[in-house]
Every structure is written in structure tokens, then in C-alpha cells.
């Protein structure tokens, strides 16, 4: 199997907290330690730098607790970046910020008809688009995302709160294959991604509940969290070289290793 090297786009955690409840992780009552979340972001950040990645940093915005989850910030593929639309007014703010990023690295901007979380809910997979709806992304988005990018769009009905993005029920691996949770998705959804995706890896609720599907593959690599040990098995079976990563801070705001980072990809001519 081959790796890719990748430029990501990550924001530091230096205002992360969690201040509000947008999805079932976040207990705005339990205490986070903050130090440490930066310290687990920068164990992200040196993973990727070790796998020969190029990781471009956004200055994070105060007030914005929930920046670090760059993965939010847009949907970048070919050149182009499609900015966000958050349904939670709390990340509202975040969308600038973003957009006036990518709109800088020279990204031909698209603007939001609908609310869009970004690559949260949208994942390609060769020449397809995943996108993700059901509780953030709007299924009216789903039309605006195909035109744009001129990928067929797949929409997939995610049923299940604590799996509230579609990067937290599955997980690209590389141009053919996907792992993922049945149970998050509706009856129809789970019958498509069969046929699509015959061989893929299904990860179990143990896997999933420890955010495991939230993983950023190069193609050969597979950073996930080091809690999601059966995933990781099975993944290593398939021939994958696993690396797990402890983000237990961030995750008390429901996220892990792929929410917090965007993956800039440029036109296959470079552009
Ligand atoms: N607290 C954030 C939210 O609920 C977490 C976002 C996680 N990001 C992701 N790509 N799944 O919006």
C-alpha cells in the first residue's frame, strides 16, 4: 500500500474548552484539563510531521473553544475550498475565520447555501463524495456540494446523536475503502454503503464509542485513537500500519484525531 503525503490544515488548541453542549460528549459541568489537550494536539501534529506530512496552522480565534476541530472549517479538494455554514450559533464565528484562511492560501471560494459542517460531514473516497446528514449538515446542501466540486454526492442518513458528524461513523482509508459503524446509519443508508463498499472493515460500538472511526488515513498509515484497539487490529490485518494517538481532552468536546484536521487538497495538476 502506498501513503500520500498530505497538507493539513490544524488549529491549536490554545482556547479550547468545553463552555456549551452541542452533541452528547460535551458535559460542560466535567472538568477539562487544558494543558494536557495541547499536549495531545502537539503529539497529533508531530505524528503527521513524522509521517512526512506538511501541517499549515490557522491562528485560533478567543471565544472559539471549538476552533480546534479544523476538519469544520471547509471542504477543500482540487483547489477549491467550500467555506462553512455551522448549525450552532456558539461556532458561528468560526466560518470567517476560516474562509478568510483558505481565501489567503489562494483556495477559489464557494459560499454555503445550506448549513455545512465542512469535512465533518463530507468525505471523498476516490471519486466520490460521502456527505453526511441528519443532525448538522443540511441534506439540501448535499446538491450544492455535487455542483461545486463535480463529484457525485452519496447521502447518508447518520441516526445515532453521540455520531452526530460522518467523520465520527466512518472512516476513509484509502481510494477504495471505507471502515464504518452499521448502527449509525438509517436502513437504506447501511444497504447502500454495502453495496458500495463490500469489503469494508466494520468497526463495533466499542471501537466507535472510544471515537475510533475519527481517523486520518495516508493510504498505508492510520493515525486513530489509541484507545480503539479492535479497529486497530482488524485495520493491521488489511495490511494498514496503525498509530494510535491519545486525544482524551478533546474528545470531551467530541472530537478526535480527523476532526482536528482539514485535509488541503490541491488539483491533481497542482493548481
Ligand atoms: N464540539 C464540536 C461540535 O460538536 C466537535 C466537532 C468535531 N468535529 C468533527 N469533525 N467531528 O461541533
Redesign the pocket.
Known amino acids: 500500500m502506498d501513503a500520500t503525503s498530505q497538507r493539513f490544515l490544524m488549529c491549536r488548541p490554545t482556547y479550547f474548552a468545553v463552555d456549551y453542549a ?2 452528547p460528549w ?1 458535559d460542560p459541568t466535567a472538568p477539562v484539563d487544558a494543558d494536557l489537550a495541547i499536549r495531545q494536539w502537539e503529539q497529533l501534529r508531530q505524528t503527521y510531521r513524522e509521517l512526512g506530512h506538511t501541517v499549515e496552522e490557522i491562528t485560533p480565534v478567543p471565544g472559539l473553544p ?1 476552533m480546534v ?1 479544523a ?2 472549517g471547509g471542504t477543500v479538494i482540487d483547489g477549491r475550498a467550500m467555506a462553512v455554514q455551522f448549525r450552532d450559533p456558539q ?1 458561528a464565528d468560526e466560518a470567517p475565520a476560516y474562509r478568510a484562511w483558505f481565501e489567503a492560501a489562494g483556495f477559489e471560494m464557494y459560499d454555503p447555501k445550506h448549513v455545512n459542517e465542512g469535512e ?1 460531514d463530507i468525505l471523498l473516497v476516490g471519486d466520490l463524495l460521502l456527505a453526511g446528514t441528519g443532525f448538522r449538515t443540511a441534506h439540501a446542501s448535499h446538491a450544492q456540494l455535487q455542483e461545486v466540486f463535480g463529484y457525485p454526492v452519496i447521502t447518508l442518513q447518520l441516526v445515532d446523536p453521540r455520531f452526530y ?1 460522518l ?2 461513523a466512518l472512516t476513509v482509508l484509502d481510494e477504495r475503502t471505507v471502515a464504518y459503524l452499521p448502527e449509525a446509519f438509517s436502513p437504506g443508508s447501511r444497504a447502500a454503503l454495502r453495496r458500495l463498499f463490500p469489503d469494508a472493515v466494520h468497526a463495533t460500538m466499542a471501537d466507535a464509542e472510544v471515537l475510533g472511526l ?1 481517523a486520518v488515513s495516508d493510504g498505508r498509515h492510520v493515525v486513530l485513537p489509541a484507545q480503539a484497539t479492535d479497529l486497530a487490529a482488524k485495520l493491521r490485518d488489511r495490511g494498514y500500519e496503525t498509530i494510535g494517538v491519545d486525544l482524551s481532552e478533546l474528545r470531551k ?3 478526535g484525531p ?2 482536528c484536521t482539514l485535509r488541503l487538497r490541491q488539483g491533481k495538476a497542482g493548481k
Do not use: Q, S, V, Y
Open positions: 452541542i452533541n460535551m471549538d476541530f476538519a469544520n461556532r465533518g458528524h467523520d465520527t475519527n468536546a467530541g472530537g480527523k476532526c
